[in-house]
């Protein structure tokens, strides 16, 4: 399929120069396109050059694999002739970029930048866009606003401490700056040694920071609106549910998009400085520069991509940029096709500017944050904002050009002719489905309400522009009372009934399966059909998004923000839980409520009112009412509609005109005035293992004091238990018994198996231990079996420890190993392997949630410091002071196994 020629938008020199390489094939000399470079026009000889270039690739590189032309004489003489004029000539510096476009050889191989058949449409513009770029930067040389582009395109390992444009900043490190602008003496981890600035999070994960020493000293309260939770800390002790942020709070360097997959559901947004359309136009250029990078040194321009890829860069940056053209043409109101344009038209600003760019100085590497927002702010002030302040006209203005009177089914479907133009014409009666209109939608409203910003003519439209900028997020509102119920739901059904494994091996039809048919199942359907809607919506949002400490503190893994909900999918992934894939929906729900409250609280500053915390509303007593809930079809579309003034001439047309003002203040009565604030407080549903809790064995030991069992009572019980699932079955019932008695308490002297049979009802054989423990021996027999358990797990190759994350799972070295069975021939092993046990089941998340990364804290000084734990005998002289809480997994398996040898 032949692609218009939107290389027009370039002007007459480059139809000029195109006409006459069209000549060559009637001509035996290049005298006319001589000529054209030697009339006196504002063009250059650079400057013509390059649009000769653009010639070539359109007249000869595009038509190379259209038929079978290219293998007849006069084909061969043709290029020939033109070949033997590029040698000849002193016009013609890039001599090599044109060889390679004459024999469609450019980047030197195989690659979705030559021209191939049966290429996509939507490739070949691509490629035409990237060429341009690259054609354009190699006659540039003069103008310094060019320069990291040019430096980035030519030498692309120059670039690697740069910080590239568009890529996101850290805010912390925005903060880091204000800090040292005012003149403190601060340091930032060690650079100097004297002072320190540390950055810590409140409850609710809000950053600040602390001077000094780096500890607290004295308390505060949060200023983040809405959260007035309790920060620092007293003589050098942090204040409950306050820790050191795991944040970098420096920016990285580098292209750190991550892959093109995880931009699927992307939304146009601002950057810095830069609009959501500017923002999406420099990404594209920038991926452009990146592929015509390639070229020159493919090893160094993949060192600057983080993380790390794989696959071939050019097809890695190629998806990125099928990414960029979809936002443009969002962010811009135009078809996929009229974004293609107005990229070439600014492509050609950047040519037609050459002696006209900024006067001044940039520091080509971009090796500061403020440098890069430096130039981004010249560089889309002078090409780009000027292009799509005026888009229409010259979109209107190009596809004219683009479609000459021949051809008529473009000039019907974009309009450039008037009535009078269509008598007698064969295409008269295409239907009007065929013809392009602009399209009244939210993001045209966003993107006019911008264009107002930009242009000066705003008025105080604060509330539209802020409802406008967060609307994707809150779109995803009107399913929150939903979810809700859903999670209540699920917490009645598996509340200490299921473990992790058994979640995640469920999926959701299963699930329904076990239902019977009626009111509740069709309930369910339902409520997760509104679940996967929601998620759909805001998973594009989760990324790096951060649940409170109280929910964990954990974020949603990358790989889990990109999955789609379906009736295959885990169960697991609909428990509001903390841990595993439950993490989903726990944070689901609390970023909707974040959303509706950060709204809020934007809404009531900007109308000078307050909101007192009692007026919140508890998560299970929502209802649509109390949200900013709306559906964008159904009920906001109608609305912006219905204050729209939509005209349509033929020859000119769609003016799309809104009534900003009266929109603004049916938006704020219908959609926001009397919503409420949300408690940001959801159920946790809690596993059955969920049970192996320190907080729930110290509140046992409160409400039943405990004993140690003796040795023989312990020999007793595991000669009982031949069988593995013996040993499950035994720590299953006390699973449950624990749930029980945490909250209700017992007689400490009553035996264990009349507690499960009299009080629980359960069955005389499901406890497999006849041993007669009683309520005094309950957590001395649950840490016994589950000891048990995971020794004959290790020895069976098995998985002892499903729920440990795998940052503690780093392998030993050999010599570690070699250490550590000499060190066991000194220690207690047992005592160790009781330690050992009980930390990572218990100990371990606790002490992440108050300190952090503890991941490179040596296992000798943890386990000296464990309070109620006795000394371990042969333990501080002979442990390893090199083994790692890292180590965790690979230390309890050598230490099991080495025993079982031994």
């Not at 054609?135 to 120059?158: A, D, K, S, Y």
């Not at 054989?765 to 840490?783: G, I, N």
Request: charged residues 25%.
């Amino acid at each position: 399929m032949e692609i218009p020629d939107q290389f027009v938008v370039c002007g007459d020199i480059y139809n000029a120069f195109s006409a006459a390489i069209a000549q060559l094939r009637m001509k035996p000399d290049c005298k006319s396109i001589v000529d054209i470079f030697k009339q006196q026009t504002d063009f250059g000889k650079r400057q013509k050059e390059s649009l000769f270039h653009l010639a070539i690739y359109r007249e000869i590189t595009m038509n190379s694999v259209q038929s079978l032309e290219q293998k007849t004489t006069a084909y061969q003489e043709l290029i020939n002739r033109l070949e033997a004029f590029i040698n000849g000539t002193d016009y013609v510096q890039e001599k090599e970029l044109a060889k390679e476009l004459i024999h469609n050889t450019q980047w030197g191989r195989p690659c979705v930048m030559r021209v191939l058949p049966n290429q996509s449409v939507l490739d070949r513009r691509l490629a035409m866009i990237v060429m341009h770029m690259r054609i354009v930067l190699c006659c540039c040389h003069r103008n310094p606003l060019l320069g990291p582009l040019i430096t980035l395109m030519e030498n692309p390992g120059q670039m690697s401490c740069s910080y590239l444009p568009t890529m996101k900043d850290d805010i912390l490190l925005e903060f880091r700056n204000v800090i040292e602008n005012a003149g403190q003496n601060l340091v930032f981890y060690g650079i100097i040694e004297e002072v320190f600035l540390l950055f810590a999070e409140c409850p609710n994960g809000h950053s600040y920071a602390i001077g000094e020493c780096g500890k607290p000293w004295r308390t505060g309260v949060c200023s983040v609106k809405g959260c007035g939770e309790t920060i620092g800390g007293r003589l050098h002790e942090a204040a409950t549910g306050n820790k050191r942020t795991s944040r970098d709070i420096s920016s990285k360097v580098g292209h750190i998009l991550g892959a093109p997959d995880a931009r699927t559901h992307e939304q146009p947004g601002p950057e810095r400085r830069m609009g959501p359309a500017a923002t999406a136009v420099m990404r594209l250029l920038l991926h452009a520069v990146m592929v015509a990078a390639d070229v020159h040194d493919s090893q160094k321009l993949q060192e600057l991509i983080n993380p790390k890829v794989t696959t071939d860069v050019i097809e890695f940056l190629w998806q990125h940029l099928h990414c960029d053209i979809k936002l443009i043409a969002r962010a811009t109101g135009t078809s996929g096709d009229d974004a293609a344009v107005l990229i070439h038209i600014i492509i050609h600003s950047i040519l037609s500017k050459i002696t006209e760019g900024c006067q001044q100085v940039f520091n080509t590497l971009l090796n500061t944050p403020k440098c890069r927002e430096n130039w981004e702010d010249e560089f889309t002030q002078t090409y780009i904002n000027p292009v799509l302040m005026s888009r229409t006209t010259q979109l209107k203005k190009a596809n004219t050009l683009m479609h000459d009177e021949h051809d008529r089914l473009h000039r019907i479907i974009h309009e450039l002719d008037g009535p009078g133009n269509y008598n007698n014409m064969a295409l008269i009666n295409i239907p009007n489905i065929w013809r392009y209109r602009v399209r009244v939608t939210i993001d045209h409203l966003a993107l006019t309400l911008e264009d107002n910003n930009t242009t000066g003519k705003a008025q105080e439209r604060d509330i539209l522009h802020m409802f406008l900028k967060k609307e994707p997020k809150l779109r995803g509102l009107i399913y929150l009372p939903e979810i809700i119920q859903l999670q209540h739901l699920l917490i009645e059904q598996f509340h200490r009934r299921i473990d992790v494994n058994e979640a995640n091996e469920m999926n959701i039809q299963e699930f329904l399966d076990r239902l019977q048919e009626g009111h509740l199942k069709d309930n369910y359907i339902k409520l997760i059909t509104s679940f996967s809607k929601a998620w759909e919506l805001t998973k594009c949002h989760l990324h790096n998004y951060r649940l409170p400490v109280d929910f964990g503190g954990k974020q949603v893994p990358a790989e889990l923000c990109d999955i789609s909900i379906d009736m295959s999918t885990s169960i697991a992934v609909l428990l509001p839980t903390r841990k595993s894939n439950g993490v989903c929906s726990t944070a689901l729900a609390d970023f909707l409520i974040t959303t509706q409250n950060e709204f809020i609280d934007m809404y009531l500053s900007k109308r000078g009112r307050k909101l007192h915390s009692d007026e919140e509303i508890r998560p299970s007593d929502l209802t649509p009412a109390h949200l900013i809930a709306y559906d964008p079809d159904k009920d906001l579309l109608p609305l912006v509609l219905s204050h729209c003034n939509y005209s349509l001439e033929v020859g000119k047309g769609s003016v799309i005109e809104y009534d900003l003002d009266t929109l603004e203040r049916q938006l704020e009565e219908r959609f926001i005035i009397g919503k409420a604030k949300i408690e940001r407080k959801t159920e946790q549903l809690l596993f059955r293992q969920d049970s192996r809790d320190a907080a729930v064995f110290e509140t046992i030991k409160q409400k039943i004091p405990q004993e140690k069992l003796t040795k023989a009572a312990k020999h007793h019980i595991l000669s009982e238990l031949r069988l593995l699932t013996d040993v499950w079955d035994s720590i299953t019932c006390l699973d449950i018994l624990i749930g029980f008695v945490v909250s209700s308490g017992g007689n400490p002297n009553m035996p264990i198996n009349t507690y499960l049979q009299n009080i629980l009802r359960m069955e005389k054989d499901v406890m497999k231990v006849r041993h007669p423990c009683q309520l005094k021996h309950v957590l001395a027999l649950w840490e016994l079996l589950n000891i048990e358990r995971a020794k004959r797990l290790t020895m069976n190759d098995q998985d002892p420890f499903d729920t440990l994350e795998k940052e503690y799972r780093v392998q030993l070295e050999e010599n570690q190993i070699a250490k550590l069975h000499a060190a066991l021939q000194y220690i207690n092993s047992e005592q160790l392997i009781n330690v050992l046990h009980n930390y990572i089941a218990l100990g371990l998340q606790e002490q992440i949630d108050a300190c952090g990364d503890i991941t490179e804290w040596r296992i000798h000084d943890v386990f000296q410091n464990i309070e109620n734990v006795g000394v371990i005998t042969g333990f501080e002289d002979n442990f390893p002071k090199d083994i790692l809480i890292k180590n965790l997994f690979f230390t309890w398996n050598e230490i099991i196994k080495y025993c079982h040898k031994n």
